[in-house]
């Protein structure tokens, strides 16, 4: 078996390897690293929690720092591009993890934020730029940053580029990139529009490909609950409770379902968080630490949110809702297991979803294992909000307030209003067993 000590890497690379932790360098990372430090290009057909950050940023950091080179403002040395801003702050931790006393500069740039500390970091020159495409573009477009002096460019988790709409963007960055460069393309599954893009971008490329799925799967206890769908509130308690979780990822397809599940959760005193698209760069940043720090113990994640998360010590992953696509079980499960660690994956499956299971159960070339859970409708507090009333926005005069007063929304103006659950009662109306009738 390869050891780090086996891999061309500098002294300072390998120490810094070496404290993060690491015995022995991954399959991708053995595979990939020693031509990449040749200067090749690389194919890595590899997901999150196979090692491939490393894979790509150790040679990286052995190369820029290989040579003697006074930074340009605005104009980075090189380039990685990742699909969200968590990705993105991922890989500039292990960058400044790995790369520890190599005194080269990076920066992280992404949308959400303001722009002003970005800018400053692009103007005192880079050695490595890590960014989302969205943001970088509009720099380059508002004359902030220039690739044409990039030397090494990284293309990460191409295909979920591909499936969160960047693909346009991707190819206006690849664009402005000078012709002499090395080059790198991960992606987890290879869709058409990807290995064109491969095929236009990558010269004489090592193809490296690590299927963790299987060893992955293999080591996570998974099982399907069937349910029904209004059960599934109070079966994400029941588990949450008897489970003796530790740190548990829920899934849901929505970012509306994922706010539902954490005020059904605080409503019931369980401590829970989400983070999803809507939500902002530092909400979701304090929800993933108190996460990390484990003040808060359960998460609630939209699959793109969660994309690349890396968090030890998640020891259950339900899935709320199932995914779609069949893929996105096996990135969603992948969250647990990290690190050589046993996880469990529970997944609850109303009548609506027995084709996704069929999908995922194909993919994975496994039988699920089946429980029933019969349970009572629960609601979460937003189930549980009164509509809001309608109002024709053509319609005026507006009734007069004493009118209102007395009126229920939408009611003929003057009829007797039914009692409206009070604003301070919210919280109460969701511990309610409610049977649904
Ligand atoms: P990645 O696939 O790059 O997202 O990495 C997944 C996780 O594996 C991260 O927490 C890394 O810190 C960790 N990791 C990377 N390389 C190694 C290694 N050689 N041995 C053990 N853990 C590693």
Known sequence: MTKFNDLPLLDTILKNVQEAGYDSPTPIQAQSIPPLCE??????????????TAAFTLPMLQKLSGRDFSL?????????????????????????????????????????????????ALRGGLDILIATPGRLLDLMNQGFCKLNRVEI?????????????????????????????????????????????ANRILKNPVRVEVTPPSSTVERIDQRVIFCQKAHKYQLLRKVLQDEGVELTLVFTRTK???????????????????????????????????????????????????????VQGVSHVVNFDMPVDAESYVHRIGRTARAGKDGDAISFCDETEREALSRVQKLIGLKLPVETFVGVAEKSVQDTRPPRPYRDPRAKPKAKPD???????????????????????????????????
Do not use: C
């Not at 200067?39 to 999150?48: E, K, S, V």
């Not at 346009?168 to 992606?187: C, G, N, R, W």
């Not at 009126?407 to 049977?435: I, L, T």
């Open 153 to 197: 460019f990284v293309l990460d988790e191409a295909d979920r580029m591909l499936d969160m709409g960047f693909i346009h963007d991707i190819k206006k960055v690849i664009a402005q990139l000078p012709e002499k460069k090395q080059t790198m393309l991960f992606s987890a599954t290879m869709p058409n529009e990807i290995v064109g893009i």
């Open 72 to 120: 340009t403002p605005k104009e980075p040395r090189s380039l990685i591009l990742a699909p969200t801003r968590e990705l993105a702050s991922q890989i500039k931790e292990q960058i400044d993890k790995y790369g520890k006393d190599l005194k080269l500069k990076s920066a992280v740039i992404f949308g959400g934020v303001g722009q002003a500390n970005q800018v400053n």
């Open 39 to 52: 200067g090749r290009d690389l194919l890595g057909i590899a997901q999150t929690g196979t090692g491939k």
């Open 403 to 437: 009118q209102r007063q007395n009126s229920k929304p939408n009611a003929p103006v003057g009829q007797k209003a039914q009692p409206q659950p009070k604003k301070e009662d919210k919280s109460k109306v969701g511990y309610k067993f409610r049977n649904k009738k």
């Open 256 to 310: 509306h379902g994922a706010n539902k599940i954490v005020d059904y959760l605080n409503a019931h005193q369980i401590k829970a968080s989400a983070i999803h698209g809507n939500k902002s760069q530092s909400a979701r940043e304090a929800a993933l630490e108190n996460f990390k720090s484990g003040a808060i113990k359960v998460l609630i994640a939209t699959d793109i949110a969660a994309r690349g998360i890396d």
